[in-house]
């Protein structure tokens, strides 16, 4: 192989291994971890001295995070450590994209690294300010869930990445059913879990928009909730397949596998 095309080549496998890690961790590790800890609450089974949802949220959640920092410190390293990139009145759509791609994503990953740090030093559970916390936890979760799934819609069209280049508007159909459908899956499961906030035990109460902790004491837990996070999961597992083999045939058509 000529010299001049191993940095390209390392590039080109960096720029694939960061699509694929990034949907694995965001789309199945992050979106499990947080409908375990919406709606995995009222399993009350322990494991190693901590409820069972806990274990399951700390350790995918752990884990997406090594991964992110990985591939975000490969990405960076790939593009020279530089944020913005040097362009002119010459550059095109694929330019825009990327630098787009690399604001948002440092941004979504600051946002991450706060996340994680509130969970580390989270309060106790009697603390005046767990309240607050709890808000601010769920809000920002979502928020950087969110910049994240529309951060990699900019990746598709990265020429590095060669998605729509190759497979047109395949990989955004792909994408977008996932995010549907996690959509869905909390939409339900919010219905499977937490039902007497929309169904009043006694038809002459007043209908509540919020259940407060006594009412949370009175929900069991919901099978079918937790089914649906499983299918929740499938779902993500086979999105991340079907980019993953994309990402592989594309290294593959233009020799950047070997």
């Known amino acids: 192989m000529h010299q001049a095309l191993v940095p390209r080549v390392i590039k080109q496998k960096i720029a694939a291994s960061h699509g ?10 992050v979106s499990t971890g947080i409908l375990t800890a919406r709606f995995g609450k009222k399993f009350n089974y322990n494991i190693l001295g901590s409820a069972i949802w806990f274990q399951i949220h700390r350790s995918l959640m752990i884990l997406a ?7 975000f410190l490969l990405i960076y390293y790939q593009h020279h450590w530089l944020v913005f990139s040097t362009c002119s009145t010459l550059c095109g759509l694929d330019d825009f994209n990327t630098q787009v791609h690399a604001l948002l994503g440092t941004v979504t990953y600051a946002l991450l690294v706060f996340q994680v740090l509130t ?3 989270r309060p106790g559970l009697d603390s005046p300010i767990r309240p607050y916390f709890n808000l601010v936890h769920r809000f920002n979760g979502m928020l950087t869930w969110g910049g994240a799934s529309v951060n990699m819609f900019f990746g598709v069209d990265m020429e590095k990445t060669g998605l729509y280049a190759i497979y047109k508007g395949w990989p955004y159909f792909i994408m977008a059913v996932v995010i549907m459908i996690f959509i869905f ?3 339900l499961c919010e219905w499977f ?8 035990v006694n038809s002459n109460s007043v209908q509540k928009l919020k259940l407060d902790d006594e009412d949370r004491d009175k929900e069991k837990p919901s099978i079918v909730a937790a089914l649906l996070i499983f299918m929740n999961s499938l779902v993500g597992i086979a999105g991340a397949i079907a980019i993953g083999i994309m990402l592989t045939d594309f290294l593959k058509m233009f020799g950047f596998w070997n």
């Open 185 to 187: 899956t909390y939409a």
């Open 20 to 29: 694929a890690v990034m949907f694995i961790c965001w789309w199945i590790l």
């Open 119 to 121: 969970g580390i030093f």
């Open 65 to 71: 995070f090594v991964c992110i920092t990985v591939v």
């Open 193 to 200: 879990a937490f039902r007497s906030k929309f169904i009043p």
